[in-house]
């Protein structure tokens, strides 16, 4: 099945915090930056790839507490990366990023209430399936890929190093971690909970790590050539904060190249493996294909 990013945040939404109370001030920021629009691909790919092995892909009561953890992950880092201590950049989504309308304060105190509100959501499938060693996985991996050996590592060597040039080996490192970790978190925990075994979770991972290069990569380009008004968020940001990225030492060119690369080498991956539903699997391909022809 192919889902809209509307399905998807139909999926999601229910998870977010009321707005009410003493704290409802850093509520309100968290569900601004998280309602702001974006692909949902994170979520979208997750629930793809659970539906590939489950046995009712219609039931989400483990998947969507997942789905939604994965995606407030995602928006805190992007909170915090648009901070005036990182990026300083005051728009994302096309609309004011949330230090620029909350206040700098307020903004890290939202990115810091969705990653634990991540993990406080993500918790609530240990009542519902107690004892499952599918959610003790997912949920060790939720934990892990976004901290210092996932994504806080990649995002530390890109801020250590900006205004230096770098080797190869560190803009991998930079690339596999800063963004690639979350999609692979993503794609495995879909995979694991869908019931896969570990060899097959293995084969999502690697697909999904070169779904993250990809993915990058194409950020990449999109930050030379894109347009503000189709990107919903300010080019050539990382010539302003001094980044080098594949797209600055290789050129447009190869960069657009590899792109592709990546994109085949993840869905030859993906179309090797054993399946319970085709549908999903032809979704997920095409999903990722999209990765390469994407303007934002």
Do not use: W
Request: net charge negative; aromatic share 8%; proline share 3%.
């Amino acid at each position: 099945m192919k889902y809209s990013t509307e399905d998807i945040e139909q999926i999601i939404y229910p998870y977010l915090p009321s707005e009410e109370g003493y704290a409802k001030d850093v509520i309100v920021a968290m569900n601004y930056a998280f309602r702001a629009g974006g692909k949902r691909l994170r979520p979208m790919m997750m629930k793809l790839c659970y539906d590939l092995f489950a046995e009712n892909k219609d039931d989400v009561s483990l998947i969507g507490p997942f789905m939604a953890a994965i995606e407030m992950i995602h928006t805190y880092s992007l909170i915090h990366d648009d901070l005036p201590a990182l990026d300083n950049d005051v728009l994302r989504r096309g609309l004011p990023t949330v230090h620029v309308k909350f206040g700098e304060d307020i903004a890290i105190l939202a990115g810091d209430g969705l990653l634990n509100y991540a993990y406080e959501t993500a918790a609530k499938t240990f009542m519902v399936s107690p004892g499952d060693v599918r959610v003790e996985k997912a949920f060790s991996l939720l934990t892990a890929k976004p901290g210092i050996y996932g994504m806080i590592g990649g995002q530390t060597l890109d801020v250590v190093m900006s205004g230096s040039k770098i080797d190869d080996n560190q803009l991998e490192y930079i690339y596999l971690n800063k963004t690639a970790a979350l999609i692979e978190c993503s794609m495995m925990i879909g995979a694991i909970l869908g019931g896969a075994d570990d060899a097959t979770v293995e084969n999502i991972g690697q697909a999904a790590k070169a779904v993250g290069m990809a993915f990058q990569v194409q950020d990449d380009v999109l930050d030379i050539l894109g347009d503000e008004a189709t990107l919903g968020k300010p080019v050539l940001s990382d010539e302003k904060n001094d980044k080098y990225t594949y797209a600055t030492i290789y050129g447009i060119d190869k960069a657009k190249t590899y792109v592709n690369n990546m994109s085949d080498k993840a869905n030859n991956i993906i179309n090797e493996i054993s399946s319970k539903n085709k549908e999903s699997k032809e979704a997920l391909v095409s999903l990722i294909k999209t990765l390469i022809d994407r303007d934002r």
